[in-house]
């Protein structure tokens, strides 16, 4: 079992869709937890960092579930500039991050 | 400019060669990583470094070594290729969240 899995997708939406993501972890001592946007041929880049109480940023909410061991991404109102790869990132401890293999999004007009 | 920069972006080489890729930031941040990425895997672990002359193991460090000489240098050597470390390869600095640079794409024939 992979340490961090994700549904690589593709999710095909409209513009202004609601579309959430799951991930799942397997080491239940992590840390903290993130998810990374990346686009094409790109470097990631950190979308948001994931809190036990759940935080939101603008269209995109994060949430945490540590008994069932799984993160969500929650993104509302769609748009073409969401079109991207989601990374789910773990941290079992100080500095040694785990990523999913990625969900890929493609928002349609 | 500031930043986190890697040399070169391209690279084909031939198997049982040596191929050193860099990496340099400008942050003075004191963590730095290396990942290779390939389909289905996701971003994967291959060294870190704590600080200059600290470096350790990461998820997939076989047939890679690493220097830290200098907090903002962090090179990364293939001592003899092989065609499974076609990838591409990210380099990454961190105070708290980890920024990426924009990656080298090797292919090993």
């Known amino acids: 079992r992979k340490e961090v899995e994700q549904d690589p997708g593709p999710f095909n939406v409209p513009e202004g869709a609601t579309v959430a993501f799951n991930c799942t972890y397997s080491?239940?001592?992590?840390?903290?937890f993130f998810w990374y946007r990346q686009d094409c041929r790109k470097e990631p880049k950190l979308l948001m960092s994931v809190y036990s109480s759940g935080n939101e940023d603008g269209r995109f909410t994060a949430q945490l579930n540590r008994a069932s061991q799984y993160i969500s991404l929650l993104i509302r109102d769609s748009k073409l500039s969401d079109s991207a790869t989601y990374l789910c990132?773990?941290?079992?401890?100080?500095?040694?991050?785990?990523f999913g293999a990625g969900t890929r999004l493609t928002v349609k007009p | 400019d500031a930043g986190i920069t890697q040399s070169p972006r391209y690279k084909i080489t031939e198997t049982g060669r040596q191929v050193t890729l860099m990496c340099h930031q400008t942050w003075s941040h004191s963590y730095m990583f290396w990942y290779r990425q390939d389909l289905g895997h996701g971003l994967r672990l291959i060294y870190y470094s704590a600080a200059a002359d600290i470096t350790d193991k990461g998820e997939v460090p076989d047939g890679y070594v690493v220097s830290r000489s200098k907090t903002e240098n962090f090179p990364l050597t293939l001592e003899s290729a092989t065609r499974s470390q076609t990838s591409v390869y990210f380099c990454?600095?961190?105070?708290?969240?980890?920024?990426f640079g924009p990656g080298t794409r090797l292919t090993v024939l």
């Open positions: 080491n239940s001592a992590s840390q903290s």
């Open positions: 990132v773990v941290n079992p401890n100080n500095n040694d991050m785990r």
């Open positions: 990454a600095s961190s105070d708290i969240e980890q920024f």
